[in-house]
């Protein structure tokens, strides 16, 4: 998401306008959006054009939480600029907690089918609460969407996000070199770039933060595309749902680029994949081929596939997501390697 603004403000009512129908990856695809009424903002997550996966994955996590959870004490940074485009801001929000922080940080990439939403930051704390319950500080990554902004530049925004992080980890009170990134859906798919098409930076940039390294130390993806060239146009195995998807206008070309599976690598970041099985608006072979893939490069990685779900969890399968998310970052990034 793009905001006009300083390199910190605490904005909470101004906010960029959008068209009023729904994208979500879940509702859009199918053609059925999800009612949305002036009561139903409860996480500033059901704007017009707010992803409506987010929203029901934002709820029934806000459900799962504690008391102690939902009350724990964090100190909120909004709005921090991570980069300018066209003269506007391109925007994180940092939830730091206030006792037993553990140094290391999850980017969680704000998305639902590629398209990238500002909300107060306090209502995203369904999001950042499983983890900064325990110690990890989070960072809500916003990125430039359509129809300004294309997929592939939506894939370089937050690749910028993770550089400027590492560039600032003083500042963050954080370890550089344990950096961790989730998503669900869309936002899934680009914590998975981060974790298969990292580099070092350019060491001849003008600009530090393009100097910086993007890898990420650990991901996690919730029913995540992995392989969009059979979302595109050009796939003659392309599902009808994805007609409504403005973001998969691409070139076979560009799907190809930004398709996590054809860049899989040895170095890749330990990945955790979680995934329905009757998902179909992202069949599970996605996720199966991916697992495969990082098998056959030595990926330290794991696959938890859900019988029962669809493209949307229920409350018990989110549950049990939810802990595999936050054992996963334990494991690789909650003490220094």
Known sequence: ???????????????????????????????????????????????????????????????????????????????????????????????????????????????????????????????????????????????GSRPKYSLPEAVADVRRSVR?????????????????????????????????TADEGKSDDKDLVLRTSDRVQAVVAFVAPTDLTVMVKESPNRLPAYDRLPSLNLEMAEAQAISPLLHVSPDDAPTLLLAGAKDDLVPIEQNRSLQ????????????????DAGHGFGPKDLELAVGEMVGWFEQHLAKPQ
């Open 164 to 196: 400027y992080i590492r560039a600032n980890a003083d500042r963050f009170k954080i370890d550089a070199n344990r950096l961790g990134v989730y998503g669900v859906s869309a936002g899934g798919h680009l914590s998975l770039m981060l974790g298969t």
């Open 1 to 143: 998401m793009m905001r006009d603004t300083g390199d910190i403000t605490q904005s909470r009512g101004d906010h960029h306008s959008a068209p009023t129908e729904s994208f979500g990856i879940l509702d859009a695809a199918r053609g059925s959006p999800m009612p949305l009424t002036p009561h139903s903002d409860l996480l500033g997550l059901s704007m017009p054009r707010t992803p409506s996966l987010l929203l029901l994955f934002a709820l029934l996590m806000l459900a799962g939480l504690s008391g102690a959870a939902r009350s724990q004490d964090v100190d909120i940074t909004a709005d921090v600029v991570y980069g300018h485009k066209d003269g506007l801001a391109m925007t994180f929000d940092v939830f730091t907690p206030r006792e037993g922080a553990n140094g290391a940080a999850v980017l969680f990439i704000v998305s639902g089918a590629w398209y990238s939403q500002w909300s107060p930051p306090e209502q995203m704390k369904p999001f950042t609460a499983p983890l900064t319950t325990r110690g990890f500080t989070v960072f809500t990554v916003r990125h």
């Open 292 to 307: 495969k893939a990082f098998d056959e490069q030595n990926v330290a990685n794991k696959f938890v596939e859900y019988p």
